[in-house]
């Protein structure tokens, strides 16, 4: 039997901790659960909106509708000769998934280490680190078509993905519920330490033939010296997504501001870190009523505790303005505004 609950607070589930409230609230545990959920039409007319571990989202508002809240568990592998296949639940947690293949020598993922969030929500969002994103180790997906009752399989190419960007993003926005994901890996380790300070945190430490291992810990410490850990301080660790511009104007920014932090984008563009934007025009630490930038990290946005999601939504449009102002650059948001 389906638990449905009503008037269920949000705070303890999504990673900014705003307290808003949902009209509907129920947990999935088991594929079969989301064909019984749908097979009412009563569900499939309300707004709806999916919860893994909620680190990508701001709630503005109270939730008017269902929400859905992923909790598939598992975690399985096959290996055919150096190749290694591993699918997990969509309702695992990210960075256990991460530590299940660094522990076990599966090489592909060890950048993408303490990555706040979901298996489910990974490819929506087509995650990314140091140099590492989500389709550069994804196989396929199985996801729950809300229309139909019926399960689909999703290949790479099925899922178009982008910069922070996917099929589920765009015109399959709210059309499917992804309940596992498959990612190719590798015996062989192709180790990627060329982004960030990753290189310098090995020389610090006296490694100069790392191993994945070696990597995925030197990740995880550099994201924990940078950015506020959720269960302290509410956040959805990078707010902003790194704007890509192209060479010509990219060209006239640089003219102007020699120093700009870049890198070279996929498409033949120029990648702007989007944080040194933010601190250039003296957002980095600065706070507002409840809300502000982290000390240590201008991307983040954090709440100082009884922030709303509307405040801080104002918050990150002073932000836009400020960096447009400055540079003639526009900061897309990178989290999910829930109103």
Known sequence: MLQIQQNVSLKN??????????????????????????ADPQWKTLPLLILGGGSNMLMVNDFDGLVVRMNIRGIEHR?????????????????????????????????????PGSVGASPIQNIGAYGIELKDVFHSCRAFEIATGTFREFSKEDCKFGYRESVFKAELKGQYIIVSVKFQLSLSANINTRYGAIEQELQNRGISNPTIEDVSKVVAHIRVSKLPDPSTIGNAGSFFKNPVISVEDFAAVQAQFPDVVNYPAADGGVKLAAGWLIEQCGWKGKTIGHTGTWKNQALVLVNHGGATGQEIFDFSSQIIDSVYTKFGVILQREVNIIN
């Open 13 to 38: 589930f999504n990673t900014f901790g705003i307290d808003v409230n949902a009209r509907y609230f129920i947990e999935i545990v088991r594929e079969e659960e989301l064909k019984e959920l749908f």
């Open 79 to 115: 290996i055919i000769h150096d190749d290694v296949f591993v699918e997990a639940g969509g309702g695992e947690v990210w960075n256990d998934l991460v530590n299940y293949c660094v522990a076990r020598g599966y090489a592909g993922v060890e950048n993408l280490s303490l990555i």
